[in-house]
């Protein structure tokens, strides 16, 4: 821990006390400059369902036109228009993001064929524990597709999703709250109020309750959070705390099996079952209590000069214990064979950031020179323990509930990370028509841990890589872009989540990802914006989950994902804004047609309308189509195959008066019976039929 302490205690002694994370609402933020009021921190403008700039893929605040990556973007309108609830209802409009089942207990996602549990981010500091996250103090989610190591460190070799906090906006007090509650039960309640505090401070407090239902037998639960923000913009300085709670408790559902066809030819999820429950009530049960603090401090040095310094502290205990279809369904017996285990973890993270930008020109061209460094500490202790079953089958026909106990170690780890980065990009502007992207990121990264199974097994490994990116932007006119991009990334052998390094991996070289891309942006007249991209992205030293074991990994060599994609986001008409996308993709193992990655659809298709057809009324539409994925890598004729479906949601909007809004969501209108994701061959998720969530919303 001797590079992170060294590190952090620096940034810790010229940055204290540190500032607010996030962005303050963008439409609220554009009103405040408007009438000369001051902002606490505003990094990129946007109305509606368009985004303008963000500073997430280059840790500079850049219109997204001059970014040389694919990023898709949902605000808080989009969110708010669609009442989503959770980061699967997010993505699944969002083209080429695949969601993932996550056994239940996590956001788990397949981005360009790169499964991951651990790509995610908060105002771009690493948020990789396994959880569900939340959406009531979000401003926005963005997903950057490829590898973005320069930025984000290792991982993301498919990309990275980043959430946008909301905070505190100085010299404006107001309150706002919404209810909802669905078909199923489902029902949430939420508050968001900002306070000044002075006329250049103040303190916003997010919270949210959800008592948790749907459509499946025995599922339940509940989920509460708060997170206050307190901001001051003292000149140069702007400075602020966030601090937030979050408690998570539910049945971990790992949905039903497959069923074997005809011989030679892929299984497919059973159909019949899609409310019935395939574990054990009362055992099948996750559950999370996170702490996470936050500090930063953004300085405006000279006028030309600015530093941002972060420093996050997470505490987080989670738990999962679950049974679960373990191989296909027997029709002829009746009889689905079950496993089960128990899984715990505690992680710690301590992460700093210090970002120093330079602005200015150097002879003909002018420069935003970034210069990072970061260092992390992620203390993990992983336990699991295997269960004993009183039976271990399931009948269909006549459904009897075995017991369990849990009693066999599998796996006790304890572990410690370190990381010490240093990163430098140059964003370099020829002209008007001319931008150069070009970085370097240097990562260090340590890992120390005992299996502690057995006979006490030590295991450290330390790998050290250099990660490049390098775009080109040509600007034909100011609204038109036309870029093409290199990027790499790694992932080191102990994995997402540090659970352990066997005598074979401890000796393996990282992962690996590379990605080329070309594209082109344009912003039309009335703002909207039309997206292409093509890519192709090579991952070597590939592992994935074995299909016979998912808890293992195998060693698959080499793979490639081809793919385009296109994007529409804005407004078509005034009171007509849409947002969605189409991506084709192919993914496989490089020289063998027959292996095709997990969880990628060769077609994905999403878009999302909302039309006002009056000031007080309005109408959404929304449609995702995807085509049929294999449920895990497919290395055998019976591999499960994942239908494609066609789902159709809609909504109504009413403004009852100048502070009530009243919106009604129908998902799947048609009321398709079709299957939302998988986690391997044999847990796969059954989509909801038609259902309905009722929201009030109040601001004052």
């Known amino acids: 821990m001797s590079h992170f302490t060294t590190l952090a205690t620096a940034l810790t002694l010229t940055a204290l006390p540190l500032a607010l994370p996030g962005s303050a609402r963008a439409a609220a933020a554009d009103a405040d400059e408007a009438a000369g009021e001051p ?19 280059t840790r500079t605040d850049t219109p997204l036109i001059d970014i040389p990556q694919s990023i898709a973007v949902v605000t808080r309108e989009r969110l708010d228009d669609q009442a989503v609830a959770s980061m699967a209802d997010v993505l699944r409009y969002v083209p080429g993001t695949t969601v993932g089942q996550g056994e239940g207990n996590r956001d788990q996602i ?22 569900y996250r939340g959406l009531y103090n979000i401003e926005r989610v963005e997903v950057l597709k490829g590898p973005s190591a320069l930025i984000f460190g290792r991982g993301g070799g498919g990309g990275v999703v980043n959430r946008v906090q909301k905070a505190p906006i100085a010299n404006r007090l107001a309150v706002g709250g919404n209810a909802s509650v669905n078909t199923f039960g489902d029902w949430i309640a939420a508050a968001d109020v900002n306070l000044p505090l002075a006329s250049t401070a103040a303190l916003r407090v997010n919270g949210e309750y959800q008592n948790l239902a749907s459509n499946r037998d025995y599922y339940g639960g509940e989920r509460y959070a708060f997170n206050p923000t307190i901001g001051a913009d003292l ?10 709670y979050v408690h998570d408790d539910r049945v971990a559902d790992r949905g039903v099996p497959s069923v074997a066809t005809a011989a030679g030819r892929p299984n497919t999820p059973i ?13 099948n049960r996750t559950g999370l209590t996170a702490h996470i603090v936050r500090l930063r401090a953004d300085a405006e040095l000279a006028d030309n000069l600015t530093w941002s310094n972060t420093l996050l502290f997470g505490d987080y205990d989670k738990y999962y ?3 679960f279809a373990n191989g296909p369904a027997n029709l002829a017996t009746g009889l689905v064979p079950l496993g089960n285990y128990a899984d715990a973890t505690q992680r710690r993270n301590l992460i700093a950031q210090s970002n120093l930008v330079w602005k200015g020109a150097l002879g003909p061209t002018q420069h935003t020179l970034l210069l990072g460094l970061e260092a992390s500490n992620q203390h993990t202790a992983s336990q699991r323990l295997n269960g004993t079953f009183s039976a271990s089958t399931l009948s269909l026909r006549n459904p009897v509930f075995p017991t369990v106990v849990f009693n066999i170690p599998a796996r006790n780890t304890v572990s410690d990370v370190d990381v010490v980065s240093a990163y430098v990009q140059d964003q370099i502007a020829f ?7 070009v970085g370097l990121r ?8 005992t299996d502690q199974i057995g006979t006490p097994r030590p295991f450290v490994r330390t790998d050290r890589s250099v990660s490049p990116r390098l775009g080109l932007v040509v600007k034909p006119q100011e609204n038109v872009s036309l870029y093409g991009s290199v990027s790499k990334s790694f992932l080191p052998r102990s994995g997402e989540q540090f659970l352990s390094l066997t005598t074979t991996t401890q000796n393996l070289a990282p992962e690996s990802f590379t990605n080329y891309e070309i ?7 009335r703002g909207l914006s039309l997206t292409a991209a093509a890519f192709q992205l090579d991952r070597n030293n590939a592992t994935t989950p074995d299909p016979a074991n998912p808890a293992a990994s195998i060693n698959v060599g080499a793979t490639r994902t081809r793919g385009a994609e296109i994007g529409l986001t804005g407004k078509i008409l005034s009171h007509w804004q849409l947002s969605g996308g189409y991506t084709f993709q192919d993914a496989r193992l490089k020289g063998n047609s027959f292996v095709r990655l997990a969880q990628v659809p060769r077609h994905q298709f999403a878009l999302w309308n909302r039309y006002d057809v009056s000031r007080r009324f309005g109408v959404g539409l929304g449609v995702v189509h995807q085509s049929s994925q294999y449920a895990a890598i497919r290395t055998s004729a019976t591999t499960t195959l994942v239908p494609a479906f066609t789902r159709l949601d809609a909504a109504l909007f009413a403004k009852l008066g100048e502070r009530i809004d009243v919106q009604l969501n129908v998902e799947n209108l048609l009321d398709t019976a079709y299957f939302a994701s998988a986690h391997n061959n044999d847990n796969i998720t059954p989509g909801a039929p038609i259902n309905a969530r009722l929201t009030v919303r109040l601001a004052f």
């Not at 902002?39 to 893929?57: N, P």
């Not at 594209?519 to 007249?525: E, F, R, S, V």
């Open 442 to 449: 240097f990562d260090q990264f340590r890992i120390t841990g």
């Open 235 to 244: 000149g140069r300085w702007k400075l602020g705390l966030s601090y937030e």
């Open 110 to 131: 397949t981005l360009r064929g790169q499964n991951t549990t651990a790509d995610f981010f908060l105002d771009g500091v690493r948020d990789d524990v396994q959880y």
């Open 321 to 323: 214990s679950n049974v």
């Open 271 to 283: 159909t019949g079952y899609r409310d019935t429950f395939f574990g054990i009530p009362g055992v």
């Open 39 to 57: 902002v606490i921190v505003v990094t990129g403008h946007h109305g509606g369902y368009r985004l303008d700039s963000s500073s997430s893929a």
């Open 431 to 437: 002209g008007p028509h001319l931008d150069l992207l």
């Open 519 to 525: 594209g082109a942006k344009w912003d039309l007249p």
